[in-house]
């Protein structure tokens, strides 16, 4: 992901609403006989798209790792490896190499390809269009710093035990992933003039951490979207930290709350709390986040909040 993609608060296009359902589990409808045998791996060529009815909507950050379904698969990897002129490179430099050759796309296919959300594994991820597959090898692209990604699309049904080396995870089929590293996103956040880049770097830091520990971040939940948006998308929220912090506060509180403009479509409201640490005083200010579809937009931008 590119920085200025990052903190772009344009307005995206949101798509038609749906859920989940687990066809697995769905109860047999008048003239439909079930299938018979096993279903094919979603992760491995087989197609999860078509098992999702209603989508759920998911927007989170995390980790993307492969994984490998069966020995076979890993002894094939490793002998394409073993062609390939990978001298001066490490293992993860040779393996992404491997992959991202157009011939070797087939290995792509046939790996598991994990989600981890501070360190525990959350999805199997799998490319609504197969052409994507390029976001997930681009996601595993060794870094000197520590990359992180942002994957936008639709939860399905859990994966039988019998998929990907029994990684009983919720399927995600994704519209788009962004891949990034915290420098980055940081470095490319405006700077308010009146605040220095030394008091800049780790204010914001700061913040983006924090939302990253908030307990159970999924992306799956619309507070957890909104939050995962507004850390991605809209830098003011790092600028006002900043300019808290230089004016001796700390940050106090995240919270998420339904929006009372809340309609036809689904809005919230993200609340930050500063604390002075002199005067024990609280400022709040919000911003109001529609996460009525798949990809979450600015309704409101940062202005003062009173309780009401």
């Not at 197609?47 to 909507?57: K, L, N, V």
């Not at 525990?120 to 992180?148: C, F, G, H, K």
Request: charged share 20%.
């Amino acid at each position: 992901m590119e920085p200025q993609e990052t903190i772009d608060d344009t307005v995206p296009a949101g798509e038609v609403e749906a859920r989940v359902t687990l066809s697995a589990a769905a109860p047999m409808r008048a003239g439909v006989r079930p299938a018979q045998g096993a279903a094919p791996c979603p992760t491995c060529g087989g197609g999860a798209a078509s098992a999702i009815a209603s989508p759920s909507y998911v927007y989170v950050l995390g980790q993307i790792e492969e994984r490998y379904p069966r020995p076979s698969v890993e002894k094939e990897v490793a002998q394409v490896t073993g062609r390939a002129e990978t001298a001066g490179r490490t293992d993860r430099q040779a393996f992404h190499q491997v992959l991202s050759q157009r011939e070797n796309r087939y290995l792509a296919r046939q790996l598991c390809w994990v989600l981890s959300v501070q360190g525990v594994e959350t999805y199997l991820l799998q490319p609504r269009d197969p052409a994507d597959l390029d976001l997930l090898v681009n996601a595993i692209e060794p870094q000197s710093a520590p990359s992180m990604s942002t994957v936008i699309g639709v939860q399905g049904p859990i994966a039988p035990p019998d998929y990907c080396n029994g990684l009983m995870l919720p399927l995600a089929v994704f519209d788009q992933i962004y891949t990034f590293s915290r420098e980055s996103l940081v470095n490319a956040i405006p700077r308010p003039e009146a605040i220095s880049a030394e008091a800049f770097g780790p204010a914001a830091s700061e913040l983006f951490d924090r939302i990253m520990q908030m307990t159970d971040n999924a992306g799956s939940t619309d507070e957890h979207r909104a939050l995962n948006y507004c850390a991605v998308r809209y830098p003011a929220i790092y600028a006002k930290t900043a300019e808290a912090f230089a004016a001796g506060s700390s940050l106090s509180g995240v919270d998420v709350q339904p929006s009372p403009l809340s309609g036809t479509r689904n809005i919230v409201e993200v609340v930050f709390s500063h604390t002075n640490r002199s005067t024990d005083y609280t400022e709040k200010c919000f911003l109001r986040v529609d996460v009525t579809e798949e990809f979450p937009f600015l309704v409101t931008k940062l202005s003062p909040y009173y309780d009401r």
